[in-house]
């Protein structure tokens, strides 16, 4: 039995519920970039700044030299993640089984839901419809039998649209396409493609399998069953286990290890507070990077035991962010996500500061009560009040003047 799955992707995500809100953005460039640098790189554009243009990654002074007239906004987190909830709740009426995939960009498994809601071409109307009405935003539907021809089908008709695969055409379909479509053409298979003068997906299928096993390596094998539309993937509902996650989008993109590093320990120290809050600790890491290119690179590591002090955190967060920077792209944005969040009761160390930290299950080392007495000082004079040395490091330098006194912890 083949699966029915469908795309719905909304083309520039935050800038879509920004006009929401301000219905005067509509039809006029516009270009997401964090504030506080000069150099800031555009993270999202709309249609009409890429008309001119614009790039995603772009300094901003370079965008607004190419657009003079657009208008520039600075993310709002808070308001993306109550429209993402506002479409995966209108989503879940359809079908349970629901992968988020990007910010606006959404999988649904539709296999057996037609004496629910009727053919799934019908289905599939009706949800951009009502994504329309109800929520005023405009999505592009793909609807095929993987999650790779469905993404690819929603993102050939953008901006608004629907684009319907049907069965035993996908080959037909992706051939004609740009092979950069295909998510296994990216970052050095990308290069290599424009050196073999690849540039469409049939120009790919003219050489053998053993071939592009010979061009690309074990990775050729997952690239020809792309172009052949192949996908076994299923659709994958988010985790329903407990999870602590913090993120940061850096002021520059950057491949410097030290600006990396003050992010990450940033990122450690916040989902550290929020675990000794929950009076838990994670049992797993998972760091997330994304590119200037918009390449993302994910790895993940179990805890053994779990921990919730922050450099305990910190020493196994860099580890799995090494492994992650396999390539000389800079860096745009950093995740840290805990997983296997476990609440168990704790127990104090008996022999002293040489118990450290994840020395023992379910018992405080060093670490976490340091972190647990920074906790108290930073609840009682401010988060500001004692600070890591190697975030104080990043920090531009001030003129001196009167200020409350402040702590400086080592990392």
């Not at 965008?63 to 993640?81: S, W």
């Not at 992706?174 to 970052?187: F, S």
């Not at 918009?294 to 790895?299: G, P, S, T």
């Not at 450290?356 to 976490?368: I, K, S, T, W």
Request: charged share 25%; aromatic share 4%.
């Amino acid at each position: 039995m083949s699966h029915t799955v469908l795309h719905v992707d909304i083309a520039a995500f935050p800038i879509a519920v920004e006009r929401v809100i301000e219905p005067g953005l509509r039809g006029r460039p516009v270009v997401l970039a964090p504030p506080g640098s000069a150099r800031a790189p555009v993270l999202v554009l709309s249609q009409e700044a890429a008309r001119e243009g614009v790039r995603a990654g772009m300094p901003l002074p370079v965008a607004l030299r190419r657009c003079p007239g657009a208008t520039v906004l600075h993310p709002n987190e808070t308001l993306y993640k109550r429209a993402t909830g506002a479409v995966l709740a209108l989503l879940g009426g359809y079908s349970p089984l629901i992968e988020p995939a990007a910010p606006g960009q959404t999988f649904l498994d539709l296999t057996g839901t037609t004496r629910l809601f009727g053919a799934a071409q019908d289905a599939a109307a009706r949800i951009r419809g009502e994504i329309e009405t109800r929520l005023r935003l405009k999505p592009t539907v793909g609807l095929a039998t993987s999650k790779l021809v469905s993404r690819v089908a929603a993102r050939v008709i953008r901006p608004d649209g629907l684009c319907d695969v049907f069965p035993g055409s996908e080959a037909t379909f992706l051939a004609p396409l740009p092979v950069g479509l295909l998510p296994a053409a990216r970052g050095a298979t990308r290069e290599r493609l424009v050196d073999l003068n690849v540039a469409r997906v049939a120009d790919l299928l003219r050489f053998s399998r053993e071939q592009i096993l010979i061009a690309f390596g074990a990775h050729g094998g997952r690239l020809r069953s792309e172009a052949l539309g192949i996908d076994a993937s299923p659709v994958r509902p988010p985790e329903a286990t407990l999870a602590v996650v913090e993120d940061e989008t850096l002021a520059e993109d950057s491949n410097e290890e030290a600006a990396l590093l003050r992010a990450l320990l940033g990122l450690c120290e916040r989902c550290g507070a929020r675990l000794r809050r929950l009076a838990a600790r994670a049992g797993r890491l998972r760091v997330t990077l994304r590119h200037s290119d918009d390449v993302v690179a994910r790895r993940e590591e179990r805890l053994a035991p779990p921990v919730a002090a922050d450099l305990t955190l910190f020493a196994a967060a860099r580890a799995i962010c090494e492994r992650a920077r396999a390539r000389r792209v800079r860096v745009r944005w950093i995740e840290l996500r805990c997983l296997e969040i476990a609440r168990a009761p704790r127990q104090l160390t008996l022999f002293g500061p040489e118990a450290f930290a994840g020395d023992l299950p379910g018992r405080v080392g060093v670490a976490e009560t340091l972190a647990e007495a920074v906790d108290r000082i930073r609840g009682r004079f401010g988060a500001g009040a004692i600070v890591s040395g190697r975030i104080v490091a990043g920090r531009p330098v001030r003129s001196p003047g009167p200020a409350r006194p402040r702590i400086g912890m080592a990392s």
